[in-house]
DNA sequence: CACCCTTGGTCTGTTCATTGAACCCACTAG
DNA sequence: CTAGTGGGTTCAATGAACAGACCAAGGGTG
């Protein structure tokens, strides 16, 4: 997070997890990552940040831990940003900041919702499944889709579109991976 | 937040929040006034923020709904900053990022400990107690202490000195509010 | 009354981060 | 050769954060 460029005064954990996904763009980005994107130009237009600011961010991120860089093509070498097992675990905290959004700081409530991939349960507050019970699901076996009560406004990125449908988390969305 | 002044790109809950309690101190300010900080000063002191910053924060988690402002003596007029109930709400994302933060990117693991009040057992990752069970424990059942393994380096504002014993959350701290 | 202390701020000048736009390079297809 | 794509870097301008001085209302002390 760079807070008075580094947060050395703060014994707390809350100042250690900011330092490393409080900054502008970083939560947004692995955010995005957990909805499939891996690629840096996805990443750009679906965000619309800034491309010197992208570059930072992502290597930071990888810098960290959050996501590892790893190659899907090699003619011309090209590698997208993959999240990492400590990435993976930002999913709890990240749906919570994300229902509290949807809560607090939206009007007309959430823009997507989560449910588990086996039963089709919409997830609780903690992102846990109401009827499978117990813990909460792991990110891999959560679907995505857009909230049928707001389908004004979408964007026209390749990310907006392939969000446009039921959407499994982690699973790459089709960007120009269109090779036929 | 403010992300590229705002944030009007993003449908996403997620983004909403961020510009809430994404800005550079938002979340530590909210993490304090969790563990009973009420006062500017107290704020102030135990943050190492800059005054304008703590102003201009305070003012906008107000007007976020987050905080509200209440005269807590009358003389001399002055109120603290107390968590509203969305403010309340706020809890379980900021104690999953803590765990995370504990985890990932703290080496010794996390300074502060939390326990259900009702039966002294330590929160599980998703913020409940494991022998209560069921959903989280809400904050004004938490008791904080600090992690014994992790005594070191302990910092002398007034703030800190209330904080190393075990606290009920929201219990506003002991600071100047010694009359006798 | 004169003086200083505390609380909760504001003002100012400097530094640092973010932004947007432009530029760059490797490679490929036509 | 030319244009296009993916993934960057560089740069000037802006805006936010910083440290530290200053301010104001009220109170306590002598």
Redesign the interface.
């Known amino acids: ?1 760079a ?2 460029t580094d947060y050395e ?14 900054e ?2 970083s ?2 980005i692995v ?1 995005d990552a957990f909805y499939g994107v891996q690629r840096f130009n996805d990443f750009l237009t679906h ?2 940040i800034p491309r010197a600011v992208l570059t930072a961010r992502l290597n930071a991120l990888v810098a ?2 959050v996501l590892s860089k790893e190659p899907y093509q090699q003619a011309p070498l090209r590698h997208g940003y993959l999240l990492t097992e ?1 990435g993976l ?2 999913w ?3 749906y ?11 009007e007309g409530g ?3 919702l989560f449910a588990h991939a086996a039963c089709g349960t919409d997830l609780d ?4 499944c109401p009827t499978c019970g117990g ?2 699901v792991p990110p891999a076996e959560i679907t995505m889709r857009p909230n049928p009560a ?1 389908s004004g ?1 979408r ?1 026209e990125d390749p990310v907006s579109r392939a969000l446009v449908g039921p959407h499994p988390l982690l699973e790459p969305i089709a960007s120009a991976a269109v090779p036929a």
């Open positions: 997070m807070l008075g005064l703060q014994d707390c954990a809350l100042a250690r997890a900011l330092e490393v996904v409080g502008r763009w939560l947004l955010r965000l619309g960290a831990g400590t675990e930002l709890g905290p990240l919570q900041l994300s229902r509290w959004g949807g809560r607090h700081a939206t959430p823009h997507h507050l903690v992102g846990a813990s909460p707001r406004s964007r």
